[in-house]
């Protein structure tokens, strides 16, 4: 690589020329001198740090005063690649010295099978690298391939007072072009960057903060900033569209993806599009995601609406979805008056309508109230309310925009206030309370209404036999009527009706009276059930608890918000060559894909190593696969295990290999599950007993010696939760031997 230095050195720097450390003391980093300072702990000083250091803070970190720049280069296009540098500042190397840095990957020996220790290091050095498949044929192709990547790595620091850039070249034919350009500052003793990268992502945890603060959608810099997550190599495509006056157009887009050694097939590619206005005026923008080969119409991804001004200099984002500040006022949609917050722990509960099902909670101090969180009024969302009352509470009814500015909205909640009926502050609607409200209007003078405001059902600051008359309806409802659940949930299954039976019943049974009809688009809950009625569901919807169905005539009535039974794989380990018969019974969901095609079960001939020969059509295998949907199992997730995104794949490896997994088993167990895991803040993991076996049964012919049946279960969580550890059972095989695993992602 070659470097260009266009700058002003003071003569301090310039001693950094003058004496270069040796690359051998390298590991001791504080032996340096105090021009330039203790090189900090995060410095990459191998393949494997730069490699771990670009992918979690992309080409350029900032931090303790040090820029890094890190890219992966081709090593047979190192001398295609160089950089310049202007303004004032200092460059070293890491550790120090003048001059870029490349890392190679090194190369280990290929470990004897028969020395463990050496197979654990080569196994663990892998593990480092992202390559689970521990194969040693890797590395000898790496080192054979003349392109292999290497890490460049410069360090640089900006001296107080002055400002630096930092231009990356690439020759293109016979000419260097510039690729991406940094700028730093230090004007205040703190270097800061000042290019576009200072909020551009360009690594996967900068890419996932970014969309969970800015949205798929979002204006910087005057540019638009979209959010795409795309896998091109299923033959996805994105399609920008848009019409209006205005117009905008492609300026780059900056890629996430991880640096990977063994890229593999089948990944999306996670990256920013920056767009530039292009002419002024508002310009209507969507995007569509779709396969080019298909006949299938594009699905719209993204809506956005923008207004250009000023030549292209100024651009307001006035889409629907976009992050604003919200200034709310709560009004008594009865009384039309301002409702009461002050001191009341009031709290505003914002709930998105589809996956992924996420809530945000707003304390309400005012009214009106301003919330500067970034889209705290979404139109897609829904909202409830709550505050601290022994009388009832408010219900939101609806919400009106009343004003609107790009990044502010002025909104107007109509509430409804609901009595709860307990005139006498015991904490429970009951016939005592009628019994109150009666022997006051008789106007008995030993009968005092302490709770009044809880009976106040016409909302007029008035009791009187009207709101009697309401209050005897209300107890009919609540006492005569309602069958309370045997068993109330606290899992919170989200569910929706689908079929024709809307009714919400006060019993598990159509001879129970209808208590209201609902909505399909209402997405419910299950709060419980009871035994002996599994085509009933308790919940809530409209402010009143009842029952739904879950199937009419043997039709689904509704379906269960939650995710399908993913990937149960059966292995089979007969001690000799045996024809095996495998029947699979589904009691709490819907058999979906099987491979080889299930008929009434699986005809097999399996083999004491694993092998199966499929009887209907010749066909071998390495195992039997199977999936579900409108999975209706409680899963018991009472005990078990809440693990950091980051410690996925040691933790699988603990907990498989202690219940009984093979090394095969679980290395397919986990380059299955670990890319949806990895990637989540935490975990919550619980592994399945008789919940999974009994919802899906297998009967063996001949009948297995041992089998051990693994399902997983988990949430992803943004924070950390404590549960009861799970006690897991270790596998014994004996005999002929079956072992299946599987696994399902929970809401």
Same mark, same amino acid.
């Given at each position: 690589?070659?470097?260009?230095?266009?700058?002003?050195?003071?003569?301090?720097?310039?001693?950094?020329?003058?004496?270069?450390?040796?690359?051998?003391?390298?590991?001791?980093?504080?032996?340096?001198?105090?021009?330039?300072?203790?090189?900090?702990?995060?410095?990459?000083?191998?393949?494997?740090?730069?490699?771990?250091?670009?992918?979690?803070?992309?080409?350029?970190?900032?931090?303790?005063?040090?820029?890094?720049?890190?890219?992966?280069?081709?090593?047979? *296009?190192?001398?295609?690649?160089?950089?310049?540098?202007?303004?004032?500042?200092?460059?070293?190397?890491?550790?120090?010295?003048?001059?870029?840095?490349?890392?190679?990957?090194?190369?280990?020996?290929?470990?004897?099978?028969?020395?463990?220790?050496?197979?654990?290091?080569?196994?663990?050095?892998?593990?480092?690298?992202?390559?689970?498949?521990?194969?040693?044929?890797?590395?000898?192709?790496?080192?054979?391939?003349?392109?292999?990547?290497?890490?460049?790595?410069?360090?640089?620091?900006?001296?107080?007072?002055?400002?630096?850039?930092?231009?990356?070249?690439?020759?293109?034919?016979?000419?260097? /072009?510039?690729? /991406?350009?940094?700028?730093?500052?230090?004007?205040?003793?703190?270097?800061?960057?000042?290019?576009?990268?200072?909020?551009?992502?360009?690594?996967?945890?900068?890419?996932?903060?970014?969309?969970?603060?800015?949205?798929?959608?979002?204006?910087?810099?005057?540019?638009?900033?979209?959010?795409?997550?795309?896998?091109?190599?299923?033959?996805?495509?994105?399609?920008?569209?848009?019409?209006?006056?205005?117009?905008?157009?492609?300026?780059?887009?900056?890629?996430?993806?991880?640096?990977?050694?063994?890229?593999?097939?089948? *990944?999306?590619?996670?990256?920013?599009?920056?767009?530039?206005?292009?002419?002024?005026?508002?310009?209507?923008?969507?995007?569509?995601?779709?396969?080019?080969?298909?006949?299938?119409?594009?699905?719209?991804?993204? /809506?956005?609406?923008?207004?250009?001004?000023?030549?292209?200099?100024?651009?307001?984002?006035?889409?629907?979805?976009?992050?604003?500040?919200?200034?709310?006022?709560?009004?008594?949609?009865?009384?039309?008056?301002?409702?009461?917050?002050?001191?009341?722990?009031?709290?505003?509960?914002?709930?998105?309508?589809?996956?992924?099902?996420?809530?945000?909670?707003?304390?309400?101090?005012?009214?009106?109230?301003?919330?500067?969180?970034?889209?705290?009024?979404?139109?897609?969302?829904?909202?409830?309310?709550?505050?601290?009352?022994?009388?009832?509470?408010?219900?939101?009814?609806?919400?009106?925009?009343?004003?609107?500015?790009?990044?502010?909205? /002025?909104?107007?909640?109509?509430?409804?206030?609901?009595?709860?009926?307990?005139?006498?502050?015991?904490?429970?609607?009951?016939?005592?309370?009628?019994?109150?409200?009666?022997?006051?209007?008789?106007?008995?003078?030993?009968?005092?209404?302490?709770?009044?405001?809880?009976?106040?059902?016409?909302?007029?600051?008035?009791?009187?036999?009207?709101?009697?008359?309401?209050?005897?309806?209300?107890?009919?409802?609540?006492?005569?009527?309602?069958?309370?659940?045997?068993?109330?949930?606290?899992?919170?299954?989200?569910?929706?009706?689908?079929?024709?039976?809307?009714?919400?019943?006060?019993?598990?049974?159509?001879?129970?009276?209808?208590?209201?009809?609902?909505?399909?688009?209402?997405?419910?809950?299950?709060?419980?059930?009871?035994?002996?009625?599994?085509?009933?569901?308790?919940?809530?919807?409209?402010?009143?608890?009842?029952?739904? *169905?879950?199937?009419?005539?043997?039709?689904?009535?509704?379906?269960?918000?939650?995710?399908?039974?993913?990937?149960?794989?059966?292995?089979?380990?007969?001690?000799?060559?045996?024809?095996?018969?495998?029947?699979?019974?589904?009691?709490?969901?819907?058999?979906?894909?099987?491979?080889?095609?299930?008929?009434?079960?699986?005809?097999?001939?399996?083999?004491?190593?694993?092998?199966?020969?499929?009887?209907?059509?010749?066909?071998?295998?390495?195992?039997?696969?199977?999936?579900?949907?409108?999975?209706?199992? *409680?899963?018991?997730?009472?005990?078990?295990?809440?693990?950091?995104?980051?410690?996925?794949?040691?933790?699988?490896?603990?907990?498989?290999?202690?219940?009984?997994?093979?090394?095969?088993?679980?290395?397919?167990?986990?380059?299955?599950?670990?890319?949806?895991?990895?990637?989540?803040?935490?975990?919550?993991?619980?592994?399945?007993?008789?919940?999974?076996?009994?919802?899906?049964?297998?009967?063996?012919?001949?009948?297995?010696?041992?089998?051990?049946?693994?399902?997983?279960?988990?949430?992803?969580?943004?924070?950390?939760?404590?549960?009861?550890?799970?006690?897991?059972?270790?596998?014994?095989?004996?005999?002929?031997?079956?072992?299946?695993?599987?696994?399902?992602?929970?809401?």
């Amino acid at each position: 690589m070659k470097k260009k230095t266009i700058a002003l050195f003071t003569t301090g720097i310039m001693l950094l020329s003058a004496a270069p450390a040796p690359m051998e003391a390298a590991a001791d980093k504080t032996a340096y001198d105090s021009v330039i300072g203790t090189l900090p702990d995060w410095t990459p000083m191998d393949f494997i740090s730069a490699m771990k250091l670009y992918n979690e803070h992309g080409k350029c970190f900032v931090s303790d005063g040090y820029i890094c720049m890190v890219r992966p280069v081709r090593s047979n *296009r190192k001398d295609d690649i160089e950089f310049s540098i202007s303004g004032g500042a200092s460059e070293i190397n890491s550790p120090v010295c003048e001059g870029t840095k490349y890392y190679e990957l090194d190369i280990p020996e290929n470990p004897d099978p028969e020395d463990l220790e050496a197979s654990m290091a080569f196994e663990e050095y892998c593990d480092s690298l992202g390559l689970s498949s521990h194969n040693y044929s890797f590395f000898e192709n790496y080192a054979e391939n003349e392109s292999r990547y290497v890490f460049e790595v410069d360090m640089f620091r900006v001296p107080d007072g002055l400002d630096m850039t930092v231009t990356w070249h690439e020759k293109n034919g016979d000419k260097y /072009e510039v690729t /991406e350009v940094f700028t730093f500052e230090n004007h205040d003793g703190t270097t800061v960057e000042t290019d576009m990268y200072r909020w551009l992502p360009d690594c996967v945890p900068e890419y996932n903060s970014f969309v969970n603060e800015y949205g798929i959608i979002s204006v910087h810099d005057n540019y638009v900033a979209y959010w795409a997550d795309i896998n091109y190599t299923v033959g996805a495509s994105l399609k920008m569209e848009q019409s209006g006056e205005g117009a905008i157009e492609e300026f780059l887009e900056s890629d996430c993806s991880p640096f990977v050694l063994d890229p593999g097939t089948g *990944r999306a590619t996670p990256s920013v599009i920056i767009y530039k206005p292009a002419a002024d005026g508002m310009a209507d923008v969507t995007w569509r995601i779709g396969r080019s080969f298909s006949d299938t119409e594009p699905k719209v991804s993204s /809506e956005g609406k923008f207004e250009i001004k000023n030549n292209c200099t100024e651009i307001i984002d006035w889409s629907a979805n976009r992050k604003t500040s919200a200034v709310f006022t709560f009004i008594d949609a009865d009384t039309e008056e301002p409702v009461d917050v002050s001191g009341k722990g009031a709290e505003l509960t914002k709930s998105s309508r589809q996956a992924p099902y996420t809530s945000d909670m707003y304390y309400i101090s005012s009214n009106p109230c301003t919330i500067t969180l970034n889209n705290a009024y979404d139109p897609n969302c829904s909202y409830s309310f709550s505050m601290d009352s022994q009388a009832g509470r408010y219900d939101v009814e609806d919400m009106k925009v009343t004003a609107e500015e790009a990044d502010r909205r /002025e909104v107007t909640v109509f509430m409804k206030w609901c009595p709860n009926g307990d005139l006498n502050g015991s904490g429970e609607f009951n016939i005592a309370d009628l019994v109150s409200l009666q022997n006051w209007l008789k106007g008995d003078a030993d009968t005092e209404l302490p709770n009044w405001l809880s009976a106040d059902f016409c909302h007029d600051n008035v009791i009187d036999v009207f709101d009697m008359i309401v209050m005897r309806r209300k107890l009919i409802e609540k006492l005569g009527i309602v069958v309370s659940p045997e068993y109330p949930s606290s899992r919170y299954t989200l569910l929706r009706i689908t079929g024709e039976d809307h009714n919400l019943y006060a019993g598990p049974g159509t001879e129970y009276m209808v208590l209201d009809t609902i909505d399909g688009s209402t997405l419910l809950h299950e709060l419980g059930f009871s035994e002996g009625v599994d085509d009933w569901v308790f919940t809530e919807a409209n402010g009143k608890q009842g029952w739904v *169905r879950v199937n009419c005539d043997g039709k689904p009535n509704v379906i269960f918000m939650s995710p399908a039974i993913d990937k149960p794989v059966i292995y089979l380990y007969p001690e000799e060559e045996t024809d095996v018969h495998v029947e699979l019974t589904l009691t709490e969901s819907e058999l979906s894909t099987t491979y080889p095609r299930y008929n009434n079960g699986w005809d097999v001939t399996a083999y004491p190593d694993g092998r199966l020969l499929n009887k209907a059509d010749g066909t071998h295998h390495r195992y039997l696969f199977w999936d579900s949907v409108n999975s209706r199992t *409680r899963f018991d997730l009472s005990k078990g295990f809440c693990v950091a995104g980051s410690d996925t794949e040691s933790f699988l490896r603990e907990k498989l290999t202690y219940m009984g997994l093979t090394e095969d088993e679980m290395n397919e167990f986990i380059v299955y599950w670990l890319p949806r895991m990895e990637h989540n803040r935490y975990n919550l993991i619980s592994f399945q007993g008789k919940a999974y076996t009994d919802s899906a049964r297998l009967d063996i012919t001949p009948s297995p010696d041992s089998i051990c049946r693994i399902f997983m279960t988990y949430i992803p969580l943004e924070n950390a939760v404590d549960i009861q550890p799970q006690q897991l059972e270790t596998f014994e095989r004996k005999g002929f031997t079956v072992v299946e695993w599987g696994g399902s992602q929970l809401s």
